[in-house]
């Protein structure tokens, strides 16, 4: 979801900056959420968000980190950054694509999070399962247990017998590491505020197969299969 169905810049990465500009008493260069990212091991923004802090000497605990950090993307009754994610595709194109194929998400963010912006956007009939925080246990990305899991829920509702022939789209190295250990094709996908050359060859040398500017190209894509 993040960073491929909505553009995050403006909402997750301000929440991880704000955050952690508060702890430090000091503004933090955007381009070092992406360094954190790169690395691996920071699919969890509060987690990575933690390690930014005490990594430049802050001092908070992990809760005191969440509960800032929630504060400011979550707000009251969802009224918080969580409000400004530019979709970056459409549901025109969704549904073209839910036509030619089955369709799930598998994220990081916490199910009500991620629920709500499905249905902010109007999405909710789109996909035929959702893989949230709460499904993953303590094996989120780049563990490809989320991945196996989707897999799981899709043949139990008898919509999948096998995950051969399918591709997992993501916006960083731990969903490419996940896509390659369970064993499907990974394609990346390069979100509008990233440099389209310097982060698609990140994600290439993570295992991506292809990296995607324009989420239409999907579509193009499914057709061929």
Same mark, same amino acid.
């Given at each position: ?12 990465? *301000? ?15 955007? &381009? ?14 509060? !987690?990575?968000?933690?390690?930014? =802090? ?9 809760? @005191?980190?969440?509960? #800032? ?14 409000? @400004? ?10 549904? #073209? ?7 799930? &998400?598998?994220?990081? *963010?916490?199910?009500? !999070? ?13 996909? @035929? ?19 196996? *899991? ?26 490419? *590491?996940? #896509?390659?250990?369970?064993? &499907?094709?990974? =394609? ?17 040398? #993570? ?19």
């Amino acid at each position: 979801m993040d960073g491929v169905l909505v553009d995050v810049s403006r909402s997750y990465r *301000r929440a991880i900056l704000d955050t952690a500009s508060e702890f430090l008493g000091k503004p933090v260069e955007p &381009i070092a959420v992406q360094e954190y990212k790169n690395r691996g091991g920071y699919n969890d923004d509060w !987690e990575l968000t933690y390690a930014l =802090i005490k990594d430049r000497g802050g001092n908070a605990t992990l809760n @005191d980190v969440v509960d #800032a950090f929630q504060r400011r993307y979550v707000g009251t009754d969802f009224a918080g950054y969580i409000r @400004d994610e530019p979709p970056l595709i459409d549901r025109a194109t969704l549904r #073209a694509m839910g036509s030619l194929a089955t369709l799930g &998400i598998v994220t990081g *963010r916490p199910r009500a !999070e991620a629920a709500w912006t499905m249905e902010y956007r109007s999405w909710s009939d789109c996909f @035929d399962v959702l893989v949230a925080r709460e499904d993953q246990g303590d094996q989120p990305k780049p563990h490809p247990y989320p991945l196996i *899991r989707a897999f799981e829920m899709l043949s139990e509702q008898g919509l999948i017998h096998s995950a051969a022939d399918s591709a997992y789209v993501g916006d960083t190295v731990d969903d490419m *590491r996940a #896509a390659v250990a369970a064993g &499907i094709l990974p =394609i990346g996908f390069v979100p509008p505020y990233l440099h389209a050359t310097k982060h698609g060859e990140v994600l290439k040398a #993570a295992g991506a197969s292809q990296v995607l500017t324009d989420l239409s190209d999907l579509t193009l894509l499914l057709k061929d299969d």
